[in-house]
């Protein structure tokens, strides 16, 4: 079974310093992962995924197949970086599962 | 996204009453899903729905039931509430695309069982 480990569940960076958001996943076939966010007071939306390599609001997230993780990266946390961060795992059926969520607070 | 909504946002009930919760969307998306969100524990799917006539227990899905009434509608019921089915609750949509996996959520339901 697939099972996706968020290991913080609080992560408190300055503002301006790196941020690295860790997800490690465990699954026996070829993952598609993602990562979505809550915004206080906002639905859940996605954030980027694995497959398109792209870089949304400065965060950008490497597959690593060896070490079977997929962090969230940014080189310079603002305040409005401030939500609830989950990744995720599509294991090809349809369906997500998702970490238990890192709450990211981006101190002023 | 005004195009998933959830009814009611927020609901306090009483242990032992049933209670549904209502989800439509006008994405024309396919597939549909509920999902529970408690501190700690994340997102985990109750049940989703691939059609009107496909419907499918997710991870959570005892003291659950479904109903798939029209393509832009799923309810999520709760036959006899229990105090610790106080959560979270997000319905979510999806198209049919086999090689688009996101999902589009609403803005959830806050439910509390006294």
């Known amino acids: 079974a697939q099972r996706v480990t968020q290991p913080e569940k609080l992560l408190s960076v300055f503002k301006g310093a790196p941020v690295e958001l860790k997800c490690n996943y465990s699954?026996?076939?070829?993952?598609?992962l993602f990562w979505y966010v809550q915004y206080s007071r906002q639905r859940l939306q996605l954030l980027l995924r694995?497959?398109s390599r792209e870089s949304i609001k400065g965060f950008t997230a490497d597959l690593n197949k060896g070490e079977t993780s997929f962090h969230l990266k940014k080189p310079f946390a603002q305040e409005e970086d401030s939500a609830m961060y989950y990744c995720?795992?599509?294991?090809?059926?349809?369906?997500?599962?998702f970490g238990k969520g890192t709450k990211l607070s981006v101190i002023p | 996204d005004a195009d998933v909504t959830q009814t009611p946002r927020n609901r306090i009930t009483k242990t032992g009453k049933r209670i549904m919760l209502e989800c439509s969307q006008t994405?024309?998306?396919?597939?549909m899903y509920w999902y529970r969100q408690d501190p700690g524990l994340g997102l985990r799917l109750i049940y989703y729905?691939?059609?009107?006539?496909?419907?499918n227990k997710g991870e959570i899905s005892d003291g659950y039931s479904v109903s798939r009434q029209a393509q832009a509608k799923f309810s999520l019921s709760l036959e006899s509430a229990i105090p610790n089915q106080t959560a979270l609750y997000f319905c979510?949509?999806?198209?049919?695309?086999?090689?688009?996996?996101?999902?589009?959520f609403g803005p959830g339901t806050r439910l509390t069982v006294t």
């Open positions: 995720a795992l599509a294991p090809g059926s349809y369906q997500l599962t």
């Open positions: 729905s691939f059609d009107v006539k496909d419907i």
């Open positions: 694995h497959i």
């Open positions: 699954y026996s076939g070829s993952p598609e």
């Open positions: 994405k024309g998306h396919d597939r």
């Open positions: 979510a949509t999806a198209t049919g695309d086999p090689s688009a996996y996101e999902q589009y």
